[in-house]
């Protein structure tokens, strides 16, 4: 299994729901990351898990807050959101902070906020 | 941080050998140097990653100069399922985490 699994692929939501994105790997891999990425643009990085612990957050709005349940699960809870945080979610995961190493990405959630 | 610069865009025909250039003259000793690519906003798929040496695998080879200022992707017999943005990316370190930082990207257009 070489695969990292985002679920929903796509979610509207109104700027006063709570809603959140699940992102799951079953490679071993023990960071994992969160970046946005808006259309024509390259991915930003958002929030990076190693071991669980959440180890870098670019600055990100208190209206995303991430999870790391387990090793293997990375949540991104979404609660007020702005018309301006529609884009695609992307999860990657890396099997650890060594160097080198692949890192591999999901295939994003597509998320509209209304 | 360690920034990239690419061109914009690139044509190739079909069945000609893709050159895709990139410098990162800020790079540090320790920061490796990944390209990716994305198709019609899948997720970013993994090609090529490298520190010093040249290196090859089934999709590609990645030519790293001696001073590690810049490096060229080299598609070596494009097909049009190879238009993409292709990204030359330095993966920096902040503390014991490693994170890709993305440039802006290169759209590369393979044509019959």
């Known amino acids: 299994d070489t695969e990292v699994t985002q679920t929903p692929k796509h979610l509207v939501m109104g700027m006063t729901n709570k809603k959140s994105l699940k992102c799951e790997q079953h490679m071993g891999h023990r960071a994992m990351y969160w970046y946005k990425q808006k259309a024509k643009k390259p991915p930003e990085l958002m929030f990076v898990?190693?071991?669980?612990?959440?180890?870098i957050n670019e600055s990100v709005p208190s209206r995303f807050s991430p999870e790391c349940p387990n090793s293997s699960l990375l949540n991104l809870h979404l609660h007020a959101l702005q018309p301006e945080d529609s884009a695609l979610y992307l999860c990657?995961?890396?099997?650890?902070?060594?160097?080198?190493?692949?890192?591999?990405f999901g295939e994003g959630s597509r998320l509209t906020v209304l | 941080d360690a920034k990239t610069t690419q061109p914009t865009s690139m044509d190739c025909a079909e069945g000609r050998a893709a050159n895709l250039p990139c410098n990162h003259s800020t790079i540090s000793g320790n920061e490796y140097v990944y390209w990716y690519r994305q198709i019609h906003s899948q997720g970013p798929q993994y090609i090529i990653h490298g520190l010093k040496n040249n290196e090859t695998n089934e999709m590609a080879s990645l030519i790293i100069t001696e001073d590690r200022k810049s490096s060229t992707l080299i598609l070596p017999h494009a097909t049009l399922r190879d238009t993409a943005v292709y990204y030359c990316?330095?993966?920096?370190?902040?503390?014991?985490?490693?994170?890709?930082?993305f440039g802006q990207g290169t759209t590369l257009q393979v044509k019959p």
């Open positions: 990657a995961s890396i099997r650890s902070q060594g160097a080198g190493g692949e890192l591999f």
């Open positions: 898990y190693s071991y669980e612990k959440l180890s």
């Open positions: 990316i330095v993966r920096v370190f902040s503390g014991n985490t490693g994170k890709l930082i």
